[in-house]
């Protein structure tokens, strides 16, 4: 099993009394929450975390995009990829992901990422992603060509990174005359591409086909969810044709390591609520505009995932859905081993700083992890 630290990058300071007044903390929070005099030292702790995290052996670090929001303070995770790629040594670093919709030249994403995969010398993994609902209320995007402007700007990217060049690319969204692209990544024939998700079938039938077998990450999820997700994969691969690998699979989660179980709950408590009750909370209109995902797909997350979120989770409830694992060494180790033999999926995606939680806990959560959880997982045969 591969083990990967994934960082949110939040903004930990936030006065949590906003939503007396406002419903959400994306997209309509006055950015008057945020001091930006915080803003340096909370990117310098951040950045801190994921280079320990590389120090203690993960085999990879993780960043990903969010715009006006509380709930990640990297609109631009390349940015922290770069500084990433010339301070980390080992592990890989993966950016998961760029929303591909909300953007206007996807040969930029290219050509970033081509420069990301020489600068720390072809340890990138490129994630895609279309972007939750409101990022389209923030980027003024229509959602109705969510999925078009996706496939698309997807299909630039690939030829960019495995064509001779310069081509002509004439698409419906997007047309260019000259691609040709300076520099070319390391990895061959394109670094590998990672799609996480909320668990559309649309999705997960893209990802699972002969023709990509893309590596699928679900995300913040009951853990019924995730496996019915990943019995999906496999049973579309399998009518495509071929044997999926665990490799293909990941399931993100945020994850808490303390002395003992009762030191781990106390602790983690009111940061994971404030994650779910507070970071995460959308509005449904703003989460799934018109358009955004076909009708079954907006009815089934309706009904499996987000009906859990219109009201307030606690640390027991969260635990009991599989939506976070916290605890001992030993019980974080039991959990997810068990977990890895009835969902099958081969890459760990463990949050490690969850919400307001302070440095010191993230710290001692990281290293319990990488001493005394982290070798026991890396023994579990994933092929």
């Avoid at 994403?109 to 720390?120: G, K, R, T, V, Y």
């Avoid at 939750?132 to 980027?139: K, N």
């Avoid at 703003?286 to 955004?292: A, E, K, N, S, V």
């Amino acid at each position: 099993m591969k083990l990967f630290f994934f960082h949110l990058m939040p903004y930990g300071d936030l006065d949590l009394s906003y939503a007396q007044k406002h419903d959400t903390a994306w997209v309509t929070l006055p950015n008057s929450y945020f001091d930006p005099a915080r803003g340096k030292p909370t990117y310098d702790r951040y950045i801190s975390e994921l280079e320990l995290a590389d120090e203690l052996g993960f085999d990879g670090i993780c960043v990903n995009e969010h715009h006006q929001t509380a709930y990640g303070l990297m609109p631009t995770p390349n940015l922290i990829a770069a500084v990433l790629a010339r301070t980390t040594k080992r592990a890989k670093i993966a950016v998961l992901g760029r929303a591909l919709p909300l953007i206007n030249n996807p040969v930029n994403i290219a050509e970033e990422f081509a420069m990301l995969d020489q600068m720390s010398g072809g340890r990138l993994i490129a994630g895609f992603v279309r972007g939750i609902g409101s990022e389209y209320f923030a980027s003024a995007v229509n959602p109705t060509y969510s999925h078009e402007r996706f496939y698309e700007a997807h299909d630039l990217i690939l030829q960019a990174w495995t064509r001779e060049g310069p081509f002509r690319f004439q698409g419906k969204h997007y047309q260019f005359d000259y691609v040709n692209l300076w520099p070319r990544p390391v990895q061959a024939p394109h670094p590998p591409v990672w799609i996480p998700s909320q668990g559309s079938r649309e999705t997960i039938e893209w990802c699972a086909a002969a023709a990509r077998k893309y590596t699928y990450l679900q995300t913040f999820s009951p853990i019924a969810l995730a496996q019915k997700n990943f019995d999906l994969y496999r049973e579309i691969a399998a009518n495509d044709g071929y044997e999926a690998s665990p490799q293909q699979m990941g399931w993100a989660v945020p994850t808490y390591v303390a002395e003992t179980d009762d030191i781990a709950r106390r602790e983690l408590k009111p940061h994971v609520e404030a994650f779910f009750n507070r970071f995460l909370r959308i509005p449904i209109e703003m989460r799934l505009p018109p358009g955004y995902s076909s009708v079954a797909s907006t009815k089934h997350l309706i009904e499996t995932k987000f009906a859990m979120r219109s009201s307030d989770q606690t640390i027991d409830s969260l635990i009991e859905l599989g939506m976070v694992v916290c605890g001992s060494a030993a019980t974080v180790r039991d959990t997810f081993l068990h977990r890895q033999k009835t969902m099958g999926s081969g890459n760990l995606i463990a949050m490690m700083q969850i919400a307001t939680q302070p440095a010191k806990q993230t710290e001692k959560s990281l290293r319990l992890f990488a001493a005394d959880v982290a070798p026991h997982l890396r023994s579990v045969a994933v092929e």
